[in-house]
Antibody, heavy 128, light 107 residues
């Protein structure tokens, strides 16, 4: 059974930093592409960023609102995904979900597609 | 950037009735569309991918259709556990934009 368990959320002041973790089990983590998706209170879903597997280059990609402030990394030896969040703003307040990313091939190119498994999320509150 | 627009924002349906939810893309996404269900206090769950393929364990009362820019999620006979918020997401042109959601509530 696939399990994704996020941790590390909490209250932080604007301008502060926080690191989220996502412990994965039930699948071959090192082969997986992973993403973070967030949801502000009472709002919809917003993709935050993605990391490919190391065999696919291990590259990352970020949504515009977090680019340059957030960094996604992975430790395949620990089956753990991370989200380092710096220069936090009040608008970063949200539940942060760790997800697996299904890959598909279109015209011979492998692209990220949908989010097939989700963790339960961890709440990050940015407030003074 | 592809914008996904869902309608209606809220749908009031009686148990046992059919619910039809719409999702429109600002440009063609082919069949590269997924639907998710989110119940209060829970994480989203994948329902449909490829516009019409049910994910593992999803009941047959959920069906998806459409291609290009117009998509529909149909719940044939609403059960009590189906009252939730539903999101569409395109993945034709990554960065995986979500729609704003449709809340299905009890009439």
């Amino acid at each position: 059974e696939v399990q994704l368990v996020e941790s590390g959320g909490g209250l932080v002041k604007p301008g502060g930093s926080l690191r989220l973790s996502c412990a994965a089990s039930g699948f071959t983590f090192s082969n997986a592409w992973m993403s973070w998706v967030r949801q502000a209170p009472g709002k919809g879903l917003e993709w935050v960023g993605r990391i490919k597997s190391k065999t696919d280059g291990g590259t990352t990609d970020y949504a515009a609102p977090v680019k340059g402030r957030f960094t996604i990394s992975r430790d395949d030896s620990k089956n753990t995904l991370y989200l380092q969040m710096n220069s936090l703003k009040t608008e970063d307040t949200a539940v942060y979900y760790c997800t697996t990313v299904k890959r598909i091939t279109i015209f011979g190119v492998v692209i990220p597609a949908y989010f097939d498994y989700w963790g339960q999320g961890t709440l990050v509150t940015v407030s003074s | 950037e592809i914008v996904m627009t869902q309608s209606p924002a809220t749908l009031s349906v009686s148990p046992g009735e059919r619910a039809t939810l719409s999702c429109r893309a600002s440009q063609s996404v082919s069949s590269n569309l997924a639907w998710y269900q989110q119940k209060p206090g829970q994480a989203p769950r994948l329902l449909i991918y490829g516009a019409s393929t049910r994910a593992t364990g999803i009941p047959a009362r959920f069906s998806g259709s459409g291609s290009g820019t117009e998509f529909t999620l149909t719940i044939s006979s609403l059960q009590s556990e189906d009252f939730a918020v539903y999101y569409c997401q395109q993945y034709n042109n990554w960065h995986g934009a979500f729609g704003q959601g449709t809340k299905v509530e009890i009439k």
